[in-house]
T-cell receptor, first 115, second 111 residues
């Protein structure tokens, strides 16, 4: 059981480039989410999804797009990378967040540097 | 806006002692709180949770206390071990599908 798998683990981009961070889970979780973590700060929610075909914005959605075509996958797209998007990105999933079983399962993280 | 915060950024304890990590929250509508542990280079890992209709919940070597009057949450770790060294985050569920995380406290265990 792999849990939540993120790729790539490390990425360096130039300003203006685009890329997609991949996230896959094999636990048949309905809820998936993306967080970013900056030095000395907690995790901030970017986007989340409560099921295939459904996505919604979190606290810091600007500059990021998501889609949820399958239960397993929840990619995060940066259309035009900016230095302010340098961060560590975490994907997390849960069976259901709204029924007080808030155990989010996190991936290992993707460290992105934008030059 | 309202946010979850922590009192101390770093806590250093002697191995075998008890640790107490504190967290203040400001959103009185939050009804579910969770503690996560993050080891270096890894994603956060669920430790324990508590609903707002409870004051205390115990797990294995960990206890979470909730004081709704002063909007305070704490995580107690008994007999702290070197493997407990990590950053600990509290988080609150205040909108059903969104968790808001605090800034984190680094716990350092001295041998």
């Amino acid at each position: 059981n792999a849990g939540v798998t993120q790729t790539p683990k490390f990425q360096v981009l130039k300003t203006g480039q685009s890329m997609t961070l991949q996230c896959a889970q094999d636990m048949n979780h309905e809820y998936m989410s993306w967080y970013r973590q900056d030095p000395g700060m907690g995790l901030r929610l970017i986007h989340y999804s409560v099921g295939a075909g459904i996505t919604d914005q979190g606290e810091v959605p600007n500059g990021y797009n998501v889609s949820r075509s399958t239960t397993e996958d929840f990619p995060l797209r940066l259309l035009s990378a900016a230095p302010s998007q340098t961060s560590v990105y975490f994907c997390a999933s849960s069976q259901s967040l709204s029924d007080y079983t808030g155990e989010l399962f996190f991936g290992e993280g993707s460290r992105l540097t934008v030059l | 806006g309202e946010s979850v915060g922590l009192h101390l950024p770093t806590l250093s304890v002697q191995e075998g002692d008890n640790s107490i990590i504190n967290c203040a929250y400001s959103n009185s509508a939050s009804d579910y709180f969770i503690w996560y542990k993050q080891e270096s280079g890894k994603g956060p890992q669920f430790i324990i949770d508590i609903r707002s209709n409870m004051d205390k919940r115990q797990g294995q070597r960990v206890t979470v206390l909730l004081n709704k009057t002063v909007k305070h949450l704490s995580l107690q770790i008994a007999a702290t071990q070197p493997g407990d060294s990590a950053v600990y985050f509290c988080a609150e569920n205040n909108a059903g599908n969104m968790l808001t995380f605090g800034g984190g406290t680094r716990l350092m265990v001295k041998p």
